[in-house]
């Protein structure tokens, strides 16, 4: 059963997410997170994630601005690296509380605390029309791609931040999302290398007990669901997509907090 939701999951996501810029690492991680540890979603999300991306750049990479990536994504990958570091840290510290529904525990930890906040904070940037007009001028992309690269690294959130960073970068709508797939590409490889040394290593039974059997499900979900999207460019608003994806955000954010997902 879970295996079918998560390609439902994958698949209708990664078409919204190629529009939009964001989406798929926000709504897949916490499905995850219901089968497996949270450091582990992250870590397999982001796996998911980078994957998908790749398969993005076939087919709109061609249009990334590079002088934009160049300021944005480098310091962005150093970020990354610091935000998976302390996810590291968090994932260790022993639960805050725990309670019983029915014959389940459900535990409240610091780390599903701290990424709730950052999932209830995105949502916000989708749903409230003052924060969702937020965008940056092009002189602060550097700022934008710590911003970005930090909190991908620490939660696998980084698209809401990054978008509202290119967005104003005098970009076409092509040149945004071939711009914002090649930067996630660039993220998702650094905040790999540390999750590899550390969450892998660490849990390396549990990710041959099924783990890599939904990496793979997820990721041919995303390819079809990004080849779908990749259809519909012209036909989808971004307002529609920001919607569906905010509500998602606020219900995953507030289950994550108090400790059923």
């Known amino acids: 059963m879970e295996y079918t939701i998560i390609c439902i999951v994958a698949l209708a996501i990664s078409g919204l997410t190629l529009i939009s810029g964001f989406g798929l690492g926000t709504i897949l991680m916490p499905i995850l997170a219901i089968y497996f540890p949270l450091q582990i979603a992250i870590a397999a999300t982001a796996i998911v994630h980078m994957l998908t991306n790749i398969f993005n750049l076939v087919l709109v990479g061609k249009n990334a601005n590079w ?56 949502a916000m940037l989708d749903l409230i029309p003052r924060l969702e007009k937020l965008s940056f001028d092009r002189k602060y992309l550097p700022l934008g791609g710590l911003l970005s690269g930090f909190f991908g690294g620490l939660s696998g959130f980084q698209g809401a931040l990054r978008s509202a960073f290119l967005i104003k970068s ?39 007990q099924g783990m890599w059997r939904v990496v793979l499900v997820a990721t041919i979900s995303a390819f079809f669901g990004a080849f779908i999207g990749s259809r519909l460019i012209k036909k989808v608003t971004l307002k529609s997509v920001q919607i569906i994806v905010g509500i998602l955000l606020i219900l995953i954010g507030i289950g994550l907090g108090i400790g059923l997902v």
Do not use: C
């Open 67 to 122: 002088g934009v990536v160049l300021r944005f994504t480098l310091i962005a990958a150093i970020a990354a690296i610091v935000g998976a570091m302390l996810l590291s840290t968090f994932s260790s510290l022993e639960p805050i509380a725990h309670y019983q529904i029915g014959s389940q525990t459900h535990n409240v930890t610091v780390i599903k605390i701290i990424i709730a906040i950052l999932i209830l904070g995105f």
């Open 170 to 208: 005098g970009l076409s709508k092509e040149q945004f999302i071939g711009t914002g797939i090649v930067s996630a590409v660039i993220i998702d490889l650094s905040r790999l290398i540390v999750y590899g040394i550390t969450f892998y290593k660490s849990n390396f039974d549990l990710l041959g």
